[in-house]
C-alpha cells in the first residue's frame, strides 16, 4: 500500500515555485518562501503589490476527484459560517492547475488565501478559553460535514482513523528506541481492545486534520479569530474521529494536565453532539492517533532524512503520546464521560448497570441527618446478603468535607485535624456492643486540604473508611474469587483482601486480619476481621469496590483532576454496610449550567470552567474538592473570609433584635460614631445605607442638595455602581463601552491623571491636570452649568490600584472648592485600610474630602455602605424631605460593622497591611526585572496591580495574555483576575489578613505562568 509507505513530497524547490507561479498561474511572486508540509509542498508567494498567497502543489498520489471534494469541502465549510482559508480562483475561473516538478512528475496545484497570523503550533500553553474555541470549531467544521458527500472522499488514506491501529502497528519497526516502541505497540494493542468495546460509530465527511498545526489564530489582538487551514485530508471517516485528532493536538499545549483537553471535547459536544459509543471511543481515537503520529513520524525521517519539517516535529509527537498515555485508557474513558456528562449505555456489567441506576435515580429522600455527624434516621438493615456484616451495626456518618460545620475557623487546618476529629466522633459513639462511624463515599475531606499548594490535594476518597468499637467481624457480601495481594508496606493497615465477583467488580478491603485463603467463596463466608491500625489504634477498615469497567489500580484517595473519572470507575459501597448510598453532588459545570439557566449573561462571571467555592477562610477560597485557593481578588471580606468575631456578632445580634433605624437602638449610635472617629475632624455626620452604589448615589444627592447645583464631575476609567445615579458618573469603557458619549448632561467627564499611561506623566502632572480641570470649571460657569461636585477614587481602584499624581487631590479640590463645588472621595475600595498608609485612601494625598462614601470591606462581606460628610450637608437633605433605607443602619448591620470595627484593631490589620504589602509590592518589582512583560506595579498597601504590556515603550496592553495569566493561574491554586478598561492589569486587592507565606506563593506562580504565557504568545509578537 502506497500510503504504508509514506509518501515523498513533490521535488518543488523554491525557483521552481517562482516558476509555475508565474506560468501557470500568472502571479509575480517577488518573494517566495517554503512553508512545511508533511506529503505537499507549499509556498508563500509575495507579489510586488504586497499581495500574499499560497501556492499548493499536491502530492501526486492525489486523484483529481480527491482534489475537487477539498474544494467543495471548504465552500461547504464557508457557506455555514466557519472561517476557513479559501482555495483562489483562477482567471479562467478554474481552481486546480496541472504542473510538473523537478523529475518531471505530475502535479495538481492550487492558490489559496494567505491567512495572518500564528499557527496555534506555535503556542506554549493553551488555556481553557483557546481550548473551548478549537473544541467549538472543529465542531462546527463537523456539524458543516454531517450531509456532505462526494466521491473523491472516498479514498484510502494513511489518516484514516478506522485504519489507524493498523497503519501504526505496521509502522511500528520505523521506531528505532526499543523501549517507545514496545510501549506504542502496548498503547495501539490496548486501544484496539476498547474500540472493539463500543458500539457502531458514525462515519460521515471529515477535515481529518483540525489540528494546531492547521490553525490559525490571529495572535493576542485578535485571540477569538481561529481559521481552519489545509483540507488535504478531507474523506469519509468516523465522525468521533474529527475530535480525536483535534484533542490530541491540543495535548501539546496542555502543561502536563491531558485532562484539561476535555474541555475542548465538551465545545465539540455542544455544536456536534456525540453519541454514548462516540464518548467511548474518543479517548482510544486520541491514543490511537498519538500512535500513528509518532510511527509515521519515524518513517518519514526513515524515507527522508532531510525532512526538517518532520524533525522539528517528532518531538511534539512524542510529547503528544506521552500525554495521550499519562493515564491508563479506562481513566480516560471514564474522565471523558463524566467531562461530557454522558451515561454509560453499551454493554454494562451487573455493577455497572447497579452503579448506574442509582446515579440516575431522582434524589432519595435525605437518609440521614446534615450536619458533621448525623445518625441514619430509618435503620436499613438487610440479613446478611449483600451485607459485610454479620447483624447490623450502628455506623454514624462523619462530614469532614468543606461544608462541614466541623471545618469552621479553619479547624481544618489544624496539625492532625483529620485524626483529632475521627477520634473525637468516635468518642461520641460510646454504644455497648458493635458500633462506630464512617467517613463517605466520594465526599472530600477538607482535613486533607493544603494551603499554598500548586497541586490540588487528593481528598477525595472512593470508598468508606469504617471505624468500629470492636474488632468487627467481615463476610464476603457475595460470590467471588478472593485473592490477597502482597502488602507493598510491610505495615498490617496496608494489607489488602480483593473479592472479585463473577461480573468482574473487585471488592478491596483494607485492613483486615486472619484472612481467609485465595480461592472461591460464597456469600457470607468470612473475610477476617477489622483490626486495630498501627498509626491510629482505632479498628478501622478501608472499603473501596471497583467496577469491572476498571482495568488499572484505582487508589483510596485522589485530587480534582481524576477524581470524577474515579468515580466513575468505583461503586459506594455503603449498601454494603447497610448504610444509604451518598447522595451525588453535581459538579461545579452542572452548578453552572444551572447557574446560566436563570442568570443574565450581563451578570459577570469569572472563568471559562470555575471551581464552585462554598468555603472561605482568611484568604483563601475553598472549592467543594477541598482544594484551597489563594484569593487575590475579594477586597470585600476586608479581614479575611468567615471571620469567627463578625460571623458570632452577626448571630448574636439576629438573636436579639433586627429593626430600622426609625426605632431608638444602642449600637446605631454607637458605630455612628466609631466611623466618625476614623473620618476628619470636620466630618461629624453618618447616613447609613446597604452598597457602595447607594453610598455614591446618596452622595451625589447631598451635593446636589447642599449647593442648589446639578453639574458633577467624574474621572475617565472610573467605576463608581450599578444605579442610574452612579452609574452615570462610571466611565470606565470595560463596564460601558459607549462611556463617555452617552454621560447625561449633568455629568462632566475629565480627563484621568494615569501616570503610567495618561496624557502628562511628567514631574508636573498634576499640575497639567488640575490646569485643565480648572479651564473646565470656568467652562462650566461660562454655560451655567457650575460644578455641584467632583467625585473620584482616592486612588484609582478601577484602574489597578494606580496611585494619582502626588499633590493632584490637593490642587483639584482647591479648585472645586474655589468654584462653589463639593468634593467627594469614593472610598468603597480603597478606604478601610486597604493602602497601608492609616485608614482612607486620601490620606495617600493628604487632604480631607467634603463627603466620603464607603462599603466593601464596611462588612467584611455583609452589605454595608454609608456617606461620613459634614453635619450642614447632611441637613440639607432634609430639604428635600426625610431620608430612610430599610436596612441600612440596622441593628444587624450596625453589629457586624462594630466587630468589624473592633476586629480590624485586634488583628492589627493596619500593620499587616504596610508590612505584606510593602513586601508583596517590592517582589512584584522583582518581578518587573525579570519579565518585560510587566509594564508597571501600581498601588500600594494591599491594592496592587500588575500591568502587563507588550511593549514597555508603546505600553500597547497585553489584554490577553492577562486573561490567559490568570487562567494560568487558576490551575497553580491562585485567585486573581483582570482590571482597568483595558483589562491589562492584575488586580490584587486581597483579604487584608494575607501573610507573607502565600504572598512568596503567589509570587512564585505568577513567575512561572509569565514565562509560559510569554512562551505562548512570543510566536504572535515575532
Ligand atoms: C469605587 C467603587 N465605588 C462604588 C462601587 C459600588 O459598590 P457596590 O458594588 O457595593 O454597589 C464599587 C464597586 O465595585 C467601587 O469599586
Redesign the pocket.
Known sequence: MEALAGLRRPNVTVPLAQTIAQQYFGVSAVEVTELGSNQDRNFLLMEASGNRTVLKIDNAAFALAEIEAQNEVMNTCVSAGVSVAQVLRNADGSLVRTVFDADGVEHFARRFQFVPGTSLLDAHFLSAVMMQQVGSLTGEVSAALTKFTHPGLERASQWDMRRAADIADSLLGSIADGRRRERVRAAIKAARIALTQVGELPVQAVHGDVTDDNIMWGGPQNSSQLTVLDFGDVSTGWRVAELAVTLSSLLQHAAERPLDVLVAARAFHQKQALTSAEVSALWPLVVLRACVLVTSGAKQLELEADNDYAAERIEGEWRIFEEATRYPLDVMRAATRAALHVQITETETAADAAKAATSTKPAKEPQVESGPFSFPKKKRFKALEGSLLQSPVALHRVDLGAESVWMDDGAWLREGAEEQFIREAFSFVGQPGESGIYLPYALERLTRSRINSAEAPKTIPFGIEAYFTQRTKVFAPFDGEISVPAPTLAKRDEQQVVLTASDGSRLVLTGLVKLPQPGPVSAGDPLGRVASSDSQQLNRVRILWVSSRATSRIPFFGGDELAPAYEQLTIDPAPLLGLPREEERPDAAVEQDRRNRVFSSAQERYYVDPPEFERGWKHHLIDTNGRAYVDLVNN?AGLGHSHPRITAAAEQQLRLLNTNSRFLYRQLAEYSERLIEKAPNSLDTVLLV???????DLALRLAWAATGRKTIISLRE??????IG?DAVTTSAYDNPNAVGSRPDWVHVADVPNPFRGKHTGPDAETYYATELADTLKQLDAQGKPVAGFIC?SVL??AGGVLLPEGYLREVYAKVRGAGGLCIA?????GFGRMGQGFWGFNQQGVRPDII?I??SMGNGF?I?GVITTRAIAESLGNEGMFFSSAGGSPLSCAVGLAVLDAMDEDKILENVANVGGYFKDRLEMLMAKHPLIGFVHGAGLYLGVELVRDRETLEPAKEETMEVCERMLHLGVIIQPTSERQNVLKIKPPLCIDRESVDFVVEALDQVLSEVVATFAPAHA
Open positions: 470585600v446597604n452598597s457602595g452604589t447607594e453610598a455614591v472610573a467605576y463608581h455602581g450599578w444605579s452612579a477614587e481602584g478601577n469614593d472610598e468603597v475600595q480603597v462614601t462599603a466593601k452589605p455602605g
